[in-house]
């Protein structure tokens, strides 16, 4: 067993995966089954509590299928588990993916059953990438998904990403920093999403620092010295005694002081907000923002902002880490067509729609109205979502989008959306999806041939 911290390296990304990806790898190669397949990642119904998903998590995905190789270890590993033969396990060490991949860009709004991307490839690559390709599509358009419903409910406000300690492990808190930091969120706490992905880092202070210190005003005192632009945590005690703290310190510094804002962790946040600003402003400290944390949601957003308080920006942690009301999608990755035929699966409740499709976005005034999936070579009216992302194997430059183009996308493609759709009460009606006569007409008779 290794000793080292958990993570997965890219020499071991193979081996993530599920088992029976890998022995249906093996029974693909027995029967030298390697025709052309379509698998489609997509989405069977939206969770109550949303009237749509921004798509996320297309970097990492063509990330995986560039870089995705068996190493003498990880083939030494499989080795170990019996299930794989030796002449199997030496055709894995020349694997590659070699196929293309059509997908929306990272930062659409998407709605049920509309193709987030599809695979082309000899039908062994494509199974192999459906677990890793589920997982990091899935988890960062949940990310996504419920950051952008607190920034609409924010409302203008600023947003800062405070999560990253009770997510679900490492790679979810870097990878939520990124999908947030697309959905609209202006920056995180996470140093390391910082790093690897330059989105903006943030941070106050810590209850611990003040009670470190015999008094309040001796920690803000002490903090403001070495962080003149700070924002300085006053809950800790008494919140509004906290405020006129910081208002002493005002008072000491004179024109030294530089202090951003306050904020407030507990209580009735817009309540302490209005008794916060009236202090500050009566002190002549207009300037001095006011920041909220504590246990927010899109719902206390909205509640707070529609009360008027004078809150500036907002931190929220657990309950958009993990997404608390909708934490999983009823995501599905599938095969829709082998050897130039469409295929379908007729589980009740588990349809696939054959082949591959593109979905076109019907917009009237600059508004979305609706959309239609169909078949790929169809050509109907609307917008088409689904681009070439990646070719043989490697990316197309449609592929490469930068972290900001990203978020701008998924700013203006939001703005787009009925304003029943954008809200986070449930939309009446959802926005319509519908699949087109010819779609409709291959289902049947894919349907057909296996009745």
């Known amino acids: 067993m290794d000793e080292r911290l958990p993570a997965v390296t890219e020499a071991e990304l193979a081996l993530f995966t599920d088992l029976y990806e890998l022995t249906m790898l093996q029974a693909y190669w027995h029967e030298g089954m390697a025709d052309e397949a379509v698998f489609s990642l997509f989405t069977r119904r939206l969770p109550e509590s949303r009237n749509y998903l921004l798509a996320c998590g297309l970097e990492d995905a063509l990330a995986y299928l560039e870089a995705v190789r068996f190493s003498d270890d990880a083939s030494a590993y499989l080795r170990t588990v019996g299930l794989f033969t030796e002449p199997f396990l030496e055709w894995l060490r020349s694997f590659r993916f070699t196929g293309d991949v059509y997908a929306v860009p990272e930062g659409t709004p998407v709605f049920a059953n509309e193709p987030i991307l599809e695979i082309v490839a000899p039908i062994g690559e494509a199974q192999l990438a459906e677990t890793f390709l589920m997982n990091q599509v899935h988890y960062q358009t949940v990310a996504a998904s419920k950051a952008a419903r ?4 924010a409302a203008g406000r600023g947003v800062v990403d405070f999560g990253m ?13 990124r999908a947030f930091h697309i959905a609209g969120v202006d920056s995180t706490s996470d140093v390391l999403a910082g790093r690897v992905y330059g989105v903006p880092i943030a941070g106050t202070m810590a209850h611990s620092y003040v009670q470190a210190f015999d008094r309040e005003i001796d920690a803000f005192r002490t903090f403001a010295r070495i ?8 809950d800790t005690y008494d919140t509004l005694d906290g405020v006129r703290r910081v208002i002493d310190l005002a008072g000491e510094l ?4 530089q202090v951003r804002g306050v904020r407030l962790d507990s209580g009735d946040l817009a309540d302490l907000a209005f008794g916060a600003r009236e202090l500050l402003d009566e002190a002549g400290l207009t300037g001095v923002r006011i920041f909220a944390s504590g246990g927010l949601d899109e719902y206390e957003i909205e509640r707070i902002v529609a009360s008027g308080a004078p809150i500036d920006a907002f931190g929220v942690g657990t309950k958009m880490g993990v997404a608390s009301d909708a934490p999983a999608l009823d995501i599905a990755y599938k095969l829709t067509s082998y050897a130039g035929r469409g295929r379908v699966k007729l589980s009740p409740g588990k349809p696939i729609l054959p082949g591959r499709k593109q979905v076109f976005r019907i917009e009237e005034g600059g508004r979305a109205v609706r959309d ?25 430059p449609a592929g490469r989008d930068t972290l900001d183009r990203a978020r701008e996308r998924a700013r203006d493609e939001i703005a787009r959306l009925p304003d029943r759709v ?3 009460a449930p939309a009446e009606p959802p926005y319509p999806v519908e699949i087109s006569d010819r779609l409709r007409a291959d289902a049947a008779e894919a349907a057909r041939r296996v009745t």
């Open 150 to 153: 607190i920034v609409h409910a």
């Open 165 to 177: 300690r009770r997510m679900h492990g490492t790679d979810a808190a870097l990878k939520a920093a």
């Open 227 to 234: 962080y003149p632009g700070t924002t300085l945590l006053v």
């Open 254 to 257: 004179g024109g030294a002081f």
């Open 372 to 396: 239609i999936i169909a078949r790929y070579d169809e050509a109907l009216p609307g917008r088409p979502l689904l681009r070439k992302v990646m070719e043989g194997g490697r990316r197309l």
């Open 422 to 424: 954008q809200g986070l």
